[in-house]
């Protein structure tokens, strides 16, 4: 676990200082409440609590340096162009429609996405240089995942674009999107990493694909000689339950058991050497909605983290899980000294 995938833009909240564009944190940042209980559960309740934050430019530093010292490296995302509510309401003027936009109070996947507008590339791009000074990744994530096509359908100014590239539809309006993007990053000397979507409608030229809703995006993107990060949802979402639901905090749901990351295995028989060498590695993912605290989120990925942390450097043949087991509670002793709080029944 050498990197850290730091996921700073929302559809409930923009969480990185952007000089150039102050109204993403001085309006994206905060949101007027926040959802009660499960986001799949309706009737919705809200809890009429103001919430936000967020980092400035100078605690990011603070961040990237702190990880440089103990060789991680810190990979930032800026979703684009779905997942982009937080950013829309701050500048109203990148949506397809005139809006009002609000900063989302529950948790899911929104209609309202960034147009494919001059102006709004210009945004990402400025937005980006940013980004770009403050993390010296050679990768930047822009996303790509749940992103409703809607209203792109029904936009003027998409359905031109659509016209004017000669684009089938709006999923190859969507890696027209990517790859625009990804053209401006790569000029400056980065590379994307992009959600396992961005395959519809054609992969971006040297685009890595992390793959979360199944493994078959990485296998897709492995075949074609692309880099991939395999993190399938299956194993690798630690925002899942980790035991029995009915004595658990609250999570998003799914049931992903200590046993059962631990029997994950990152590179897919069906590729061949030369295709498994496009796989990086695997990757947890703790997305925080039912995350409250710090606390919480060490309980949601101890002892997992370490399960996984062998899956990435143990080869498949070599894994044992009866060895594992004695081996982890060694681990146990080691949070406690450390006053790290983590699930001490996982199995």
Not at 44 to 69: H, N
Not at 108 to 125: A, M, N, P, Q, S
Not at 180 to 202: A, C
Request: aromatic content about 14%; proline content about 5%.
């Amino acid at each position: 676990f050498n990197t850290f995938h730091w996921h700073l833009t929302e559809d409930q909240g923009w969480r990185i200082e952007i000089k150039k564009y102050p109204e993403l944190t001085e309006v994206g940042a905060y949101r007027k409440e926040t959802l009660i209980g499960h986001g799949g559960k309706k009737p919705f309740k809200y809890d009429g609590k103001p919430y936000g934050g967020f980092y400035t430019q100078d605690e990011i530093k603070e961040v990237v340096k702190y990880a440089s010292a103990r060789h991680i490296t810190i990979i930032p995302e800026i979703e684009m162009p779905g997942h982009s509510l937080a950013a829309l309401a701050s500048y109203p003027q990148l949506a397809c429609t005139p809006g009002p936009f609000e900063v989302a109070t529950r948790w899911g996947v929104f209609e309202d996405i960034y147009c494919t507008k001059e102006e709004t590339f210009e945004f990402l791009e400025n937005v980006l240089l940013e980004v770009m000074d403050l993390f010296p990744s050679k990768y930047i994530h822009i996303g790509g995942d749940e992103a409703p096509k809607a209203r792109w359908k029904e936009c003027k100014t998409c359905q031109g674009v659509i016209k004017r590239e000669g684009l089938k539809d709006e999923h190859e309006l969507q890696s027209y999107f990517i790859q625009r993007m990804e053209k401006f990053l790569n000029s400056h000397d980065r590379e994307i990493i992009g959600w396992d979507e961005i395959l519809e409608g054609g992969l971006a030229p040297n685009a890595t694909v992390m793959s979360w809703r199944g493994t078959e995006g990485g296998i897709a993107a492995a075949m074609q000689n692309h880099d991939a990060i395999m993190t399938p949802w299956s194993h690798c979402y630690f925002d899942h339950y980790q035991t029995n639901p009915e004595t658990e905090p609250l999570a998003i749901g799914g049931l992903t058991t200590l046993e059962k990351v631990y029997s994950y295995n990152p590179i897919p028989d069906t590729l061949t050497r030369r295709q498994s060498k496009h796989i990086l590695g695997a990757q947890g993912n703790v997305w925080t909605e039912y995350m409250t605290n710090s606390d919480y989120v060490e309980y949601m990925i101890l002892p997992r983290m370490a399960a996984l942390s062998e899956v990435n450097w143990t080869y498949k043949s070599n894994k044992d899980w009866e060895s594992f087991k004695p081996r982890v509670q060694q681990h146990f002793l080691m949070y406690q000294r450390m006053g790290y709080n983590y699930c001490d029944h996982p199995y």
